[in-house]
């Protein structure tokens, strides 16, 4: 699993690669919340690169949404592929977060 992060205009990205899983839940998190705690007001998770979620994974995202709501700001999800996005509509992410297919209607929905 991989994190990196990136700025566009005013919304911080994060790329999300690899699995997230009971073994890098704890770990993405981790970095997650370091650039939640930067986040100004909108914020941006990008899965295009996720290969797999476990619930676990679904967990931090979760999570990471409730934070960013909690001060203020926005989430919203972008680009889950495969059984990625199987598993997120499956579960129901699909109501609770705001989830794009692409990036760029993503951004632009801020």
Request: with cysteine.
């Amino acid at each position: 699993m991989e994190l990196t992060k990136r700025v566009i205009d005013n919304t911080v990205v994060v790329d999300i690669a690899g699995k997230l899983d009971t073994q890098t839940a704890a770990v993405a998190m981790d970095e997650l919340q370091l650039h939640l705690d930067a986040a100004e007001g909108n914020f941006l998770v990008n899965l295009a690169g996720l290969e797999f979620i476990a619930s676990s994974g679904l967990r931090v995202i979760l999570r990471a949404a409730k934070q960013m709501r909690a001060k203020g700001g926005t989430m919203k999800v972008c680009s889950a592929r495969g059984v990625v996005k199987e598993v997120l509509e499956i579960s129901g992410f699909d109501a609770l977060l705001d989830l794009h297919d692409e990036e760029e209607p993503a951004l632009k929905a801020f």
